[in-house]
């Protein structure tokens, strides 16, 4: 009887909040919010007139005043849905959370209680729900508040294994900064969770090319621990900026060029060549090809050992005239010293360009002492 008179006299301190503000009534509502059931608000015989106590807070001409009471009826309804729905009482929790005024406190309650129809199997239930939840997070009238909504469900979806529909609502967004980042988000928590084409797909809808790098990056890293290297160096080779896209080809290089030395030692040559031709950058390319072929030819195995060095040689071959070019074929020069393969070393110090041959030479007879 004391929860009845109470909540009766909720709508004359919503009328009479205009005149002037009652601490003490304040007080004595929030005392009260959460001892209020369904029955009181929703039932038949409810003794308390929740459109009605909305209405009257709407008609409120103080901004602050109306604020206040909106938001005293969204907590009570807020409160009094989530309660109902960790009893499993789904359909009394929806009706309950329906009523909210406010939208931002509207779309977290529904959007709960789907997650709560989600893990219970109503799968297809909880689905609707998800969908009046964006339709009530598209109504909420301010962008950061609207974009953090959206996000929130995005993210509820996602962690629920609804990935196309997480996706749909990303991309809801009209802001391509806000779209940026919660697709940013979106795509890092696929491929935290394996879904590694899902995650990409994401990332390449990115308009950011900050947000874009650092999303492939993430993929591209996951996937070389995850030991998925092919994959991995052609999601790198999609970052849009030179550095980004130069660390993570590097990482990938890195990795490679240990793992084929580590199967080199082991005298396990052919994964040993296999790691090496997938290692993205040709300076750690070549340089491993070289190792793995003397190690062959230290073996007996010269005719692979030959084979893997005009491998090599290509490699050199490929690179525009300069001292990145230069460089490589000095390595390899040096390498078949090592192994006794003179003449194979003086042919491709006669392939080297005029400009580089003098100096290349003079490098040479120090093998060659």
């Given at each position: 009887m004391k929860q009845v008179i109470i909540l009766g006299l909720l709508i004359s301190f919503l009328a009479l909040q205009s005149q002037a503000q009652n601490q003490e009534s304040i007080s004595t509502q929030d005392t009260v919010s959460t001892e209020i059931q369904y029955d009181e608000v929703m039932g038949d015989n409810a003794s308390f007139n929740i459109n009605e106590a909305i209405q009257v807070a709407n008609n409120i001409p103080d901004w602050d005043d109306r604020f206040k009471a909106l938001t005293n009826i969204s907590n009570i309804l807020y409160n009094l849905s989530n309660s109902i729905c960790s009893k499993e009482q789904y359909d009394k929790a929806i009706q309950v959370a329906e009523k909210i005024p406010y939208n931002t406190d509207k779309y977290e309650t529904l959007s709960k209680i789907a997650e709560s129809l989600y893990n219970a199997g109503q799968t297809n239930k909880a689905i609707t729900l998800y969908d009046k939840a964006i339709q009530v997070a598209n109504n909420i009238p301010y962008d950061d508040d609207r974009f953090k909504a959206l996000t929130n469900i995005s993210n509820s979806l996602c962690n629920k294994e609804q990935y196309d529909k997480a996706i749909q609502v990303a991309n809801e967004i009209p802001s391509k900064k806000h779209k940026s980042e919660i697709l940013y988000d979106l795509s890092n928590s696929l491929c935290n969770k394996e879904q590694y084409d899902k995650a990409i797909q994401v990332a390449n809808e990115i308009s950011s090319k900050k947000h874009k790098s650092n999303a492939l990056t993430n993929i591209s890293n996951s996937l070389c621990n995850k030991e998925q290297y092919d994959k991995a160096i052609q999601v790198a080779e999609k970052i849009p900026y030179d550095d980004d896209r130069f660390k993570a080809l590097t990482n990938i290089s890195n990795i490679l060029y240990d793992i084929s030395n580590s199967l080199c030692n082991k005298e396990q040559y052919d994964k040993a060549i296999q790691v090496a031709n997938e290692i993205p950058h040709d300076n750690d390319k070549y340089e491993t090809l070289t190792k793995i072929a003397e190690s062959l030819y230290n073996n007996g195995l010269t005719g692979k050992a030959e084979?893997?060095?005009?491998?090599?040689?290509?490699?050199?071959?490929?690179?525009?005239?300069?001292?990145?070019?230069?460089?490589?074929?000095?390595?390899?020069?040096?390498?078949?010293?090592?192994?006794?393969?003179?003449?194979?070393?003086?042919?491709?110090?006669?392939?080297i360009p005029k400009k580089t041959k003098s100096e290349a030479k003079f490098n040479i007879s120090d093998y060659f002492n």
């Open positions: 084979s893997l060095y005009d491998e090599a040689i290509q490699i050199a071959h490929k690179e525009p005239y300069g001292d990145s070019r230069f460089e490589i074929m000095r390595g390899i020069i040096k390498s078949l010293k090592k192994v006794g393969l003179r003449d194979k070393a003086e042919k491709l110090s006669n392939e």
